[in-house]
T-cell receptor
C-alpha cells in the first residue's frame, strides 16, 4: 500500500530564506504528484502538479522536483515571505488507474517576519 | 478559476441523525471526490465518482454513502452519524485533462 511521508513535520525560518520541503513515497509506480498548501481551517490550494514523466515544475517562487525511481519529491520556496506560512501537503496519484490521491501528513511552515 | 463550493462551513449534529454534505463544482468535471481530514491521520479518501450515478469506494467508505444525480453535484451521506465521524470533510473536483484536483473550503462536522 502506498505511503507518503513528509519531512520535516514543522519548520520555522526567518523571512527571505530559501527553503526545501521533502516528500517521499514507498511505491514508485505513480501517475503524478501534486503539492498543495492549506491555511488554518481552510481547504487545499493546488500549487503544482508533476506528471510521472516530468522532472520538475515551476510556478513563480515555487519549484517542485520529482525523482520517481527513488520515490522522492522536493518543493523549493525561494525568498520566503510571511504569507507563505501554511501547511504544505504532498499527494500522489497511484498508478494502475486509481483516481484518489494518497496524502502525506504535511509540513507546517512558519515564516518569521 | 475552478470553483468548488460546499454547503456548510460548520455543522453540528446529534448521534444517529442522517447528515447530508453537499458539494458543487462549476467546471463540468467528470471526477469528484470526498475526503476526511483528521489530526495525525491526514487526508483519507472516502468515495469518488467518475460520472453521473457512478461511484467507487475509497479507503474508508464504512458508515458513508454518496449520491451523484447531476454532474456538478456530489453528496456525501452519513446514514446514522456517530461521534467518530466528527471531522473536517473536504470535497474535490478533478480537471480531466491536467489531472489536477481542486478542493472546496471544507465542512467541519461535529457529532455530539
Amino acid at each position: 500500500k502506498q505511503e507518503v511521508t513528509q519531512i520535516p513535520a514543522a519548520l520555522s525560518v526567518p523571512e527571505g530564506e530559501n527553503l526545501v520541503l521533502n516528500c517521499s513515497f514507498t511505491d514508485s509506480a505513480i501517475y503524478n504528484l501534486q503539492w498543495f498548501r492549506q491555511d488554518p481551517g481552510k481547504g487545499l490550494t493546488s500549487l503544482l502538479l508533476i506528471q510521472s514523466s516530468q522532472r520538475e515544475q515551476t510556478s513563480g517562487r515555487l519549484n517542485a522536483s520529482l525523482d520517481k525511481s527513488s520515490g522522492r519529491s522536493t518543493l523549493y520556496i525561494a525568498a520566503s515571505q510571511p504569507g507563505d506560512s501554511a501547511t504544505y501537503l504532498c499527494a500522489v496519484r497511484p498508478g494502475g488507474g486509481a483516481d484518489g490521491l494518497t496524502f502525506g501528513k504535511g509540513t507546517h511552515l512558519i515564516i518569521q517576519p | 478559476d475552478v470553483k468548488v463550493t460546499q454547503s456548510s462551513r460548520y455543522l453540528v449534529k446529534r448521534t444517529g441523525e442522517k447528515v447530508f454534505l453537499e458539494c458543487v463544482q462549476d467546471m463540468d468535471h467528470e471526477n469528484m471526490f470526498w475526503y476526511r481530514q483528521d489530526p495525525g491521520l491526514g487526508l483519507r479518501l472516502i468515495y469518488f465518482s467518475y460520472d453521473v450515478k457512478m461511484k467507487e469506494k475509497g479507503d474508508i467508505p464504512e458508515g458513508y454513502s454518496v449520491s451523484r444525480e447531476k454532474k456538478e453535484r456530489f453528496s456525501l451521506i452519513l446514514e446514522s452519524a456517530s461521534t467518530n465521524q466528527t471531522s473536517m470533510y473536504l470535497c474535490a473536483s478533478k480537471n480531466d485533462l491536467s489531472d489536477e484536483q481542486f478542493f472546496g473550503p471544507g465542512t467541519r462536522l461535529t457529532v455530539l
